[in-house]
């Protein structure tokens, strides 16, 4: 984006429409709202008048003095018409060599935006971050123009793209007092499915034995870290594993759902039918859950009806004999009188 499309107007040296763009521009933004916004119209105003003044200050060297005196000869008429006096124009400034390299670093990063090459794109960017090529005031104007290019780029390794942000100060959610912009928001969430991928990946090769120490999840059991490892490697390579418990169900339907938030940024790391396989699975092993369960209830009533007919069955019996044993202790009353 140049400063003429950031300002609505097209190329020119009025500083007078310059300025009434910029105020009609700066009605449609909320500097407190969209601080991002505000600093890139305002970087675009500044530039544009230093521009402009430039381009003024050029044409009054180069206009004809209308204090000098006209070069004329009273005894001639015709030497009236002579030309004015034309001072010798000033020698074009040489860039220093600071301003060089900053022109040298745009013209590359343009070419290299255009070509798609976002590998090059961010080796520049680094680059000039840490020689100074890019002052204060433009440095969020050059990552709004660079980085979504790079977030968009699926070629890059998640190592590549983590050390990417760690050096350009975008690895972690900014601060309240930092802009936070869209842009920073999507490089912001593709860090985190880089970094779930890379934890799938670490699972998927970590072959777990008994007894064997996992310093990244010490609290976790033997029959934890398998059921973790063979689902990594159903979603990465689609070894077939089959949840035989609740937990390695609910397991495998959090990182489906890792997977699926994710998705925008590395379905293309994923091959389909290992993700389609895992979902069938994922929905037996739910469908088989509601059956045990529904069994085990179906037991637990069974169960819970012959105790209370062997409870009444049982009382029944003691009614029984408690009669026959008063009926018996009557007769010997009877005979005993």
């Known amino acids: 984006m140049t400063i003429w499309t950031e300002l609505d107007i097209a190329p020119t040296d009025d500083a007078k429409l310059i300025r009434r763009a910029y105020a009609t521009r700066l009605r449609a933004i909320d500097p407190d709202a969209n601080p991002v916004a505000f600093q890139n119209l305002r970087t675009a105003y500044d530039r544009a008048l230093t521009m402009s003044a430039r381009a003024a200050q050029k044409a009054a060297t180069s206009e004809p003095d209308a204090d000098t005196e006209v070069l004329s000869d009273e005894e001639d008429e015709d030497d009236t018409d002579a030309p004015l006096f034309q001072p010798a124009p000033e020698p074009p400034r040489e860039l220093t060599p600071e301003e060089q390299e900053r022109a040298t670093f745009e013209t590359d990063v343009n070419t290299a935006l255009a070509a798609g090459d976002s590998r090059t794109a961010l080796a520049l960017l680094t680059s000039a971050l840490a020689r100074g090529l890019i002052t204060l005031g433009n440095r969020e104007y050059a990552l709004q123009a660079i980085m979504p290019v790079i977030v968009r780029d699926g070629s890059l390794s998640p190592e590549e793209y983590l050390a990417a942000l760690e050096k350009i100060g975008w690895n972690s959610v900014p601060r309240a007092t930092d802009p936070f912009s869209q842009v920073r928001h999507a490089a912001i969430s593709r860090a985190n499915a880089e970094r779930w991928f890379q ?67 590395i379905r293309h790391r994923f091959d389909e039918r290992y993700i389609a396989r895992a979902e069938s699975i994922h929905a037996f092993g739910k469908s088989w859950r509601r059956i045990r369960l529904g069994l085990w209830a179906l037991a637990s009533g069974l169960m819970t009806i012959f105790c209370i007919f062997a409870a009444i069955a049982t009382a029944g019996a003691g009614i029984i004999g408690v009669i026959g044993f008063g009926r018996l202790t009557w007769s010997l009353i009877q005979a005993l009188e």
């Open 199 to 265: 934890a799938l990946r670490t699972k998927s090769e970590q072959q777990p034995w008994p007894f064997a120490p996992y310093p990244d999840a010490p609290n976790d059991n033997w029959f934890t870290r398998y059921r973790k490892f063979r689902i990594a490697n159903l979603l990465l390579h689609g070894t077939w594993c089959l949840p035989r418990a609740s937990l390695g169900v609910a397991m495998l339907g959090r990182e489906l759902d890792l997977f699926h938030h994710h998705a925008g940024f």
